[in-house]
C-alpha cells in the first residue's frame, strides 16, 4: 500500500508556474512565499510595466528607474491585493502611480495642454476649415509599418497630455477594455471614452500632414 501510494505522487504533475493565472501566482507567493511565483509574475508583466512608464515618463532612463520602484513595491505589497480588480488593473495601477511620483521628484512635465475643447474633425470625419480631407487610411501597409512611420506615430503620440496619452496607451495600445481602463485610472467610463476620443482626434490631425504627403509618392 505504502509503494502504491509512493508512485501515485510521483505521478502527480505539479503544476507549471508559466500557465498559471495570475491569482495563483499571488497566493503562492502570499502563503508560500515562493520567490519562483512571484519571478513568474514580473517576468510577465516586464515589458508592459516598461511600455506604461515609459509613455507617462517620456524617457527610457526614468522608465526603468520606475520599473525598478514597481518591483519592490511589489515584493513589499503585494500581500495587499485582495483580488477586487484583475492583478493586472492593480499593477498598471502602481505603476502608474509610481511614474506620476518620479515626474514630481523629477519637476519634469509641468506644463502641458489640454484637449478638452480640442474638435479638428467634424461629425462625418472632415477637417474643419480645411478644404480637402486628407486621408491615409488607404496607405500601402508597407508605409504604414515603415520604421519612420512607427518613429512619427510614436512622437505623435508622445505630444500628447498626459491624461489623454496614458488613456490611448492602455486602451489601444495594451487593449484593456474602457470598464478596465476606467477601474485603472478612477474615471467614469464616459470620462476615458472622451479622452480617448479627443486623443484620437489629435493623433489623426497630427498624422494627416505627414501621411498625405508621403501618400503622393507613392
Known amino acids: 500500500m505504502g509503494r502504491t501510494k509512493l508512485k501515485i505522487e510521483e505521478g502527480i504533475k505539479k503544476p507549471d508556474k508559466n500557465n498559471l493565472p495570475d491569482e495563483e501566482l499571488v497566493k503562492l507567493f502570499i502563503q508560500d512565499k515562493n520567490t519562483e511565483a512571484l519571478t513568474k509574475l514580473l517576468n510577465r508583466y516586464l515589458d508592459r510595466i516598461y511600455r506604461c512608464a515609459l509613455r507617462i515618463t517620456r524617457n527610457q532612463s526614468d522608465a526603468e528607474e520606475v520599473v525598478q520602484e514597481v518591483f519592490l513595491t511589489l515584493v513589499k505589497k503585494l500581500d495587499t491585493f485582495r483580488g477586487e480588480s484583475k492583478f493586472s488593473s ?122 498625405f504627403e508621403w501618400g503622393k509618392k507613392w
Do not use: C, Q
Request: proline share 4%; aromatic share 10%; charged share 35%.
Open 90 to 211: 492593480w499593477l498598471y495601477r502602481i505603476t502608474i502611480n509610481a511614474s506620476y511620483m518620479h515626474i514630481r521628484a523629477e519637476k519634469k512635465h509641468e506644463s502641458e495642454l489640454s484637449l478638452d475643447n480640442y474638435a479638428p474633425y467634424d461629425e462625418r470625419g472632415t477637417l474643419m476649415g480645411k478644404v480637402a480631407s486628407k486621408d491615409w487610411s488607404d496607405k500601402p501597409e508597407e508605409v504604414l509599418l515603415s520604421k519612420e512611420a512607427i518613429d512619427i506615430i510614436e512622437k505623435a503620440i508622445d505630444e500628447l497630455p498626459e491624461p489623454y496619452r496614458i488613456v490611448f496607451h492602455l486602451r489601444d495600445i495594451e487593449g484593456l477594455s474602457n470598464e478596465e481602463v476606467a477601474k485603472v485610472l478612477e474615471l467614469s467610463v464616459p470620462a476615458v471614452k472622451s479622452r480617448l476620443h479627443r486623443a484620437r482626434l489629435f493623433l489623426r490631425d497630427k498624422l494627416s500632414d505627414y501621411f
